[in-house]
């Protein structure tokens, strides 16, 4: 493997001379990316006014059997970020180390970066993008959020402008293809999720995606460049979808709802925010409940836009790659121009409400004794609590026991969470089945 150290001298890209990009990473998304800048590079010339080379790539592994030259492969990370034949560093390895130390050795080295990497951002996002704006260089990372779906600078261009309200995400395709699943077969968790893992969407380690991880440093991530400061990730309140049933899923579809994974950013009050994942309810009129399967989807409120919501694909080589290019554009204009896309706020220590704070709807779903009395003592227990009940079903089931959902006006979470410990004292409950908030 050829080293990096004897190369040409550094110049500026110039008609004459293409934009040169490395890759860290030759997965799924590094191979998507290769081809799309070789495949498409009239078309990326043709829009930067200069020409794009992937002249190096980054691996771990060399003794891996590739349909690509050997020369253009090095294992020399360290190296490669600095070197003089590069002018920008896509960086999809993923993880936080070895990702965030070669992102800041490649900045130091005067290297714009791109990546793909939800983690590193959420993570450093305020630490890295600083360093960047200070030198004047590119960091974006339209990929690490929503996968193919343009969100990130969008949010940081054309929407800037707005108060956003309030953002909802499906962040993850993974639960949303588990969830999915579980709906239309009547699947429980535990099935839903083996069968994933068989069709190679969810990992044999499923922790990241189904305990909400995946979706925290996305949604961070949204909120950070919304309101212009890291979001401590420690503060974001996080609950994945392994304590959904199918039991949940049937009755909310009873009620009019869907079930969904969602990132959810609100401002609670001026210039404090509120950052949750947790599955929720939402109507089956919302527009984000019609996404289903592996498909991802943005929706937001914005004082002047009003509604609106971006779709599409979050994750495969394709999309991704597709981000990761667009990024590469923006690289490769502002080289031209002689600008960086790095000049927005992205702060440090985001100031966040608990999530005790919340006021919403919620669903509850309870096993109980099917005697005269039961539903007042229920009631009663509610009304001590403020809580007041908006709906119910109720299903009479053997040996005597029933079933009740209840559907909650607004309230806040510390009552409700105190009035279902009330609940879950009284003699004629025989179980506290679940609870999860109602949204839209
Ligand atoms: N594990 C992620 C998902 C991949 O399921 O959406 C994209 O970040």
Redesign the pocket.
Known sequence: MPSLSNQEPSSSPSADRPVRVALLGFGTVGSGTYRMVKDNQEEIARKTGLAMEIVKIGIKDETKKRSLPSSLFTTDLDELVVSDEIDVVVELIGGEEPAAGLVEKALLAKKHVVTAN?ELIAKHGSRLITLAKDSGLDLHFEAAVG?GIPVVQPLKHQLAGNDVIKMMGIL???TNYILTQMATHGADFADALAEAQQKGYAEADPTN?VDGI?TMYKTAILAAITFGKQVPLEQIHREGIRKVSYADIHAAQMLGYVIKLLGIVEETKEGVIMVRVHPALIPQTHQLASVNDVYNAIWLKGDFVGDLMFSGR??GADPTASAVVGDLIDVARNIKMQGSGSAIPYGQDMPTSPIEELESRYYLRLTVEDTAGTLGQIATAFGRREVGLAAMEMRTKVGGLGEIVFLTHVCRELDFVQAIGEVGRLGCIVSVNNWLRVEG
């Open positions: 939800k996968g993850n395709g993974t995606d995946d979050g994750a």
